[in-house]
């Protein structure tokens, strides 16, 4: 008796990351609440508003976590080390100019990353329905 030959699967589509990226990056930047685009996110600088004021999506429920911060110190941190060194090389300024022009523009820099973000992860979590992990109780366990 022979065996059937084995079906092959069927070629599995990969999706180009980077279009499926740019309607969350717009989103994140418009920060607006990922149900209705309507109520704003935040209630402060990167602070999240505890509901939407157009629909009232609670927020509170989402959770970003540190993510977002220490992925921006290792980006934006990265890049104002690489431009300050450079720019010692080249030019030889004093201290105080990298004072005045590297503590406030790394300052900007992480606001404005972080909010757009926070932001990026809580319309992904909602999108994504991502919930914090439970453990499944033992009878749901047993199928
Ligand atoms: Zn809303």
Same mark, same amino acid.
């Given at each position: 008796? /022979?065996?059937? =030959?084995?079906? &092959?699967?069927?070629? %599995?589509?990969? =999706?180009? %990351?980077? &279009? ?22 935040? =209630? $402060?600088? /990167? =602070? ?16 970003? $976590? ?9 980006? %934006? ?8 060194? !450079?720019?010692? !090389?080249? *030019?030889?300024? &004093?201290?105080?100019?990298? %004072? ?11 606001? *404005? ?16 329905? *991502?919930?914090?992990?439970? !453990? *499944?109780?033992?009878?749901? /366990?047993?199928?």
């Amino acid at each position: 008796m /022979t065996e059937p =030959a084995p079906v &092959p699967a069927p070629p %599995v589509p990969s =999706a180009p %990351v980077l &279009p499926a990226l740019v309607p969350i990056v717009r989103a994140a930047m418009r920060s607006r609440c990922p149900r209705c685009a309507d109520g704003p996110l935040f =209630a $402060g600088m /990167t =602070a999240f508003a505890p509901h939407c004021r157009a629909c009232g999506l609670d927020f509170r429920q989402f959770n970003v $976590g540190d993510g977002p911060a220490a992925f921006l110190i290792l980006v %934006v941190g990265g890049i104002i080390t690489a431009l300050a060194v !450079i720019l010692q !090389i080249k *030019a030889e300024p &004093p201290f105080w100019v990298h %004072v005045l022009l590297w503590v406030p523009l790394t300052t900007i820099a992480v606001v *404005a990353c972080l909010r757009v973000s926070k932001a990026a992860l809580l319309i992904l979590e909602y999108r994504n329905q *991502a919930r914090e992990g439970r !453990i *499944a109780p033992e009878e749901a /366990t047993r199928q």
